[in-house]
């Protein structure tokens, strides 16, 4: 029935060119990028939207720069792979998210789909969907979770986060974590005043104030309010910790404008130390508030500790630190000489040049309480080199005034011995003062010559080719090899006063005595005995053939005049062969009538 049959053509083709219609308006106008491609990936048709996504021209479509296995982020290529296998067996395979690389570089998070084209055994068709936007979304979202929206700073979720992570580090390490809970003093009635606009003004002005105090590594954090907090991993020692604290409150301290209105703020700051106060992330922080409230309730501008002894302690510290430099300008630093004896005869045979501060106002300091600093900061080089300059000035004196020369030992410090000119300091030294090179010896830890034996090696021979005495300084303590020893060009080993302190007591401090002496002599080397403070050790030490004697026994360490007493004693009374070790002649004794 032939006319039926055109209605029927016609219907057809009208339904036909209408599905068309609707497909290309699908294709050109719709938001889902989709492309054509080869069963090897090659892209042959894609609408604007799937460019737009890859951010690639039609000209690149047109000449075949385009395949979307290759657009894959390589870390997702495992999962085309894996949907191009379903699509052999299945025709198609589920939507999953990848991220694409743009034609800048740049990277598209997308939602990603394909599907045999019905009917075709080499075709595929790819739906794209561009998931930026939603990720920046979930990013700012994931961001806020975790940073405070006024300052951008992390805020307490993030902060116990790091600290966690950081302890878990810190475990693996040396080093000390501290926590800082930082309080604005008085800030109830500053926002009261200024009204929360210029108040949230000055808690970001706070905020950035605060971050350039501290390194990358550090981590600030504002936990609400005017509550920081900061997180310190590197920390050697407690006053590293109130060296920031000082920083931070200084920083806060300086005028702050708003509206040419000047403003002032002090600061509160609790301290709690890991592992010293506390091990865990919930008991730091809780002590650090306890810390903190206990700096608050001293009104305002205070740091304290946990542990409450800790803040003095350290406030001294910062003050010797903030003052060594000047110290050494204005010349408050003085030497204190030991005299060294020979065990049997009693003569003086050397002394030790021992360096005290005079602080104008702590009063006499002694080297525990600043040497160490002085090594933190560099500055030990500079008090070495005055102490052996003034060491060696001092000896050539007495000898110009007559007395017989003696021999001066002076400690080096191994950031001393390390630097590089050290041996063409000493050589100055010794031409500057006149003193016979003879008539100075360096004292050394094991430490500081285990540091680099080789040139350890090399810098020995070339101050014992000068003619200068080496000695190992605290032997025993530290973990020298036998058979470096025996390479180092040493004259002395000077056995550390802890084995001496109880070798009346401990057979093993005795047995180490002994061998140390026996290796000594067994290498040639003189040994010397340090810390002797009783007669009872002084006769075992006799007993094991020690050869010289230094300490409280004889003499503690003497000031210039004191020393030049006793040589003046010695010229005169002459110190004797003829006492024994019943009747002691103990220097001290001597001394004390012109003390
Ligand atoms: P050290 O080299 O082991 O010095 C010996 C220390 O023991 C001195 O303490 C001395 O006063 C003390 N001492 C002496 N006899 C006795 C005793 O019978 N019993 C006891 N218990 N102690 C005694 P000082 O002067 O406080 O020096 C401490 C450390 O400081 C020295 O230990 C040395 O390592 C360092 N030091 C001192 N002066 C200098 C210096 O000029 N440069 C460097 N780098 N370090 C120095
Ligand atoms: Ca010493
Ligand atoms: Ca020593």
Same mark, same amino acid.
């Given at each position: 029935?032939?006319?039926?049959?055109?209605?029927?053509?016609?219907?057809?083709?009208?339904?036909?060119?209408?599905?068309?219609?609707?497909?290309?308006?699908?294709?050109?106008?719709?938001?889902?990028?989709?492309?054509?491609?080869?069963?090897?990936?090659?892209?042959?048709?894609?609408?604007?939207?799937?460019?737009?996504?890859?951010?690639?021209?039609? !000209?690149?479509?047109?000449?075949?720069?385009?395949?979307?296995?290759?657009?894959?982020?390589?870390?997702?290529?495992?999962?085309?792979?894996?949907?191009?296998?379903?699509?052999?067996?299945?025709?198609?395979?589920?939507?999953?998210?990848?991220?694409?690389?743009?034609?800048?570089?740049?990277?598209?998070?997308?939602?990603?789909?394909?599907?045999?084209?019905?009917?075709?055994?080499?075709?595929?068709?790819?739906?794209?969907?561009?998931?930026?936007?939603?990720?920046?979304?979930?990013?700012?979202?994931?961001?806020?979770?975790?940073?405070?929206?006024?300052?951008?700073?992390?805020?307490?979720?993030?902060?116990?986060?790091?600290?966690?992570?950081?302890?878990?580090?810190?475990?693996?390490?040396?080093?000390?974590?501290?926590?800082?809970?930082?309080?604005?003093?008085?800030?109830?009635?500053?926002?009261?005043?200024?009204?929360?606009?210029?108040?949230?003004?000055?808690?970001?002005?706070?905020?950035?104030?605060?971050?350039?105090?501290?390194?990358?590594?550090?981590?600030?954090?504002?936990?609400?309010?005017?509550?920081?907090?900061?997180?310190?991993?590197?920390?050697?020692?407690?006053?590293?910790?109130?060296?920031?604290?000082?920083?931070?409150?200084?920083?806060?301290?300086?005028?702050?404008?708003?509206? !040419?209105?000047?403003?002032?703020?002090?600061?509160?700051?609790?301290?709690?130390?890991?592992?010293?106060? %506390?091990?865990?992330?919930?008991?730091?922080?809780?002590?650090?508030?306890?810390?903190?409230?206990?700096?608050?309730?001293?009104?305002?501008?205070?740091?304290?500790?946990?542990?409450?002894?800790?803040?003095?302690?350290?406030?001294?510290?910062?003050?010797?630190?903030?003052?060594?430099?000047?110290?050494?300008?204005?010349?408050?630093?003085?030497?204190?000489?030991?005299?060294?004896?020979?065990?049997?005869?009693?003569?003086?045979?050397?002394?030790?040049?021992?360096?005290?501060?005079?602080?104008?106002?702590?009063?006499?300091?002694?080297?525990?309480?600043?040497?160490?600093?002085?090594?933190?900061?560099?500055?030990?080089?500079?008090?070495? !080199?005055?102490?052996?300059?003034?060491?060696?000035?001092?000896?050539?004196?007495?000898?110009?005034?007559?007395?017989?020369?003696?021999?001066?030992?002076?400690?080096?410090?191994?950031?001393?011995?390390?630097?590089?000119?050290?041996?063409?300091?000493?050589?100055?030294?010794?031409?500057?003062?006149?003193?016979?090179?003879?008539?100075?010896?360096?004292?050394?830890?094991?430490?500081?010559?285990?540091?680099?034996?080789?040139?350890?090696?090399?810098?020995?021979?070339?101050?014992?080719?000068?003619?200068?005495?080496?000695?190992?300084?605290?032997?025993?303590?530290?973990?020298?090899?036998?058979?470096?020893?025996?390479?180092?060009?040493?004259?002395?080993?000077?056995?550390?006063?802890?084995?001496?302190?109880?070798?009346?007591?401990?057979?093993?401090?005795?047995?180490?005595?002994? %061998?140390?002496?026996?290796?000594?002599?067994?290498?040639?080397?003189?040994?010397?005995?340090?810390?002797? !403070?009783?007669?009872?050790?002084?006769?075992?030490?006799?007993?094991?053939?020690?050869?010289?004697?230094?300490?409280?026994?004889?003499?503690?360490?003497?000031?210039?005049?004191?020393?030049?007493?006793?040589?003046?004693?010695?010229?005169?009374?002459?110190?004797?062969?003829?006492?024994?070790?019943?009747?002691?002649?103990?220097?001290?004794?001597?001394?004390?009538?012109?003390?």
């Amino acid at each position: 029935m032939p006319p039926k049959k055109l209605l029927t053509d016609a219907a057809g083709h009208q339904a036909l060119s209408r599905c068309e219609a609707r497909l290309s308006s699908i294709f050109d106008y719709g938001i889902t990028g989709i492309c054509f491609a080869d069963l090897e990936g090659l892209v042959t048709e894609a609408n604007e939207a799937f460019l737009k996504i890859v951010g690639y021209t039609r !000209e690149d479509l047109s000449a075949g720069r385009l395949n979307w296995r290759e657009l894959t982020a390589q870390e997702y290529r495992h999962l085309d792979d894996y949907a191009t296998e379903i699509m052999n067996v299945t025709g198609t395979c589920a939507p999953f998210a990848k991220e694409c690389i743009r034609k800048d570089g740049s990277r598209a998070p997308v939602l990603f789909g394909a599907a045999r084209v019905s009917g075709s055994e080499k075709e595929l068709v790819c739906f794209t969907v561009d998931l930026t936007e939603y990720k920046q979304a979930e990013e700012k979202v994931n961001y806020f979770a975790y940073h405070d929206a006024l300052t951008n700073l992390p805020n307490h979720e993030l902060f116990k986060d790091r600290l966690k992570h950081a302890l878990l580090a810190a475990d693996r390490s040396e080093r000390k974590l501290a926590v800082l809970l930082i309080d604005l003093d008085r800030f109830a009635t500053i926002n009261d005043t200024l009204g929360y606009v210029t108040a949230d003004q000055l808690l970001r002005e706070v905020a950035k104030r605060i971050v350039a105090c501290v390194r990358e590594s550090d981590t600030v954090a504002r936990f609400g309010g005017d509550d920081f907090a900061l997180l310190l991993t590197e920390v050697n020692r407690p006053e590293d910790a109130a060296k920031i604290a000082r920083h931070v409150q200084e920083t806060l301290s300086a005028a702050f404008y708003f509206d !040419e209105q000047e403003l002032f703020l002090t600061s509160s700051i609790g301290i709690s130390l890991n592992p010293d106060d %506390a091990k865990d992330a919930v008991t730091l922080l809780k002590t650090a508030g306890t810390a903190l409230n206990r700096a608050k309730e001293l009104h305002g501008n205070h740091y304290q500790f946990y542990q409450a002894g800790r803040t003095t302690k350290a406030l001294r510290q910062l003050v010797l630190e903030n003052n060594l430099r000047s110290g050494l300008e204005r010349e408050e630093f003085i030497i204190h000489y030991q005299p060294q004896v020979n065990i049997q005869s009693f003569q003086l045979v050397a002394m030790e040049a021992l360096v005290r501060w005079e602080h104008p106002a702590l009063g006499l300091l002694y080297p525990a309480e600043f040497i160490g600093l002085a090594e933190d900061n560099g500055l030990i080089v500079s008090i070495g !080199e005055w102490v052996m300059r003034t060491a060696c000035l001092q000896s050539k004196s007495w000898q110009d005034a007559g007395f017989d020369p003696l021999r001066v030992a002076v400690n080096l410090s191994a950031r001393q011995f390390q630097q590089p000119a050290l041996v063409e300091s000493v050589a100055q030294i010794l031409k500057d003062t006149g003193l016979d090179p003879n008539l100075l010896e360096l004292e050394l830890t094991e430490g500081s010559i285990m540091k680099d034996p080789n040139q350890a090696i090399r810098k020995l021979h070339e101050l014992k080719a000068m003619g200068i005495h080496i000695s190992v300084d605290d032997f025993g303590t530290g973990y020298s090899s036998l058979n470096y020893l025996k390479r180092f060009p040493i004259d002395t080993l000077k056995i550390d006063k802890s084995f001496v302190k109880d070798i009346n007591t401990d057979p093993d401090n005795e047995a180490i005595v002994s %061998a140390i002496i026996t290796l000594a002599h067994a290498l040639k080397l003189n040994v010397i005995a340090e810390g002797v !403070e009783t007669q009872e050790q002084l006769e075992s030490l006799q007993m094991l053939k020690c050869d010289e004697v230094q300490g409280f026994l004889f003499s503690t360490p003497l000031s210039v005049a004191e020393f030049t007493a006793l040589l003046a004693e010695r010229l005169t009374i002459g110190i004797t062969k003829d006492y024994n070790t019943t009747r002691l002649p103990s220097l001290v004794n001597v001394l004390q009538h012109f003390r």
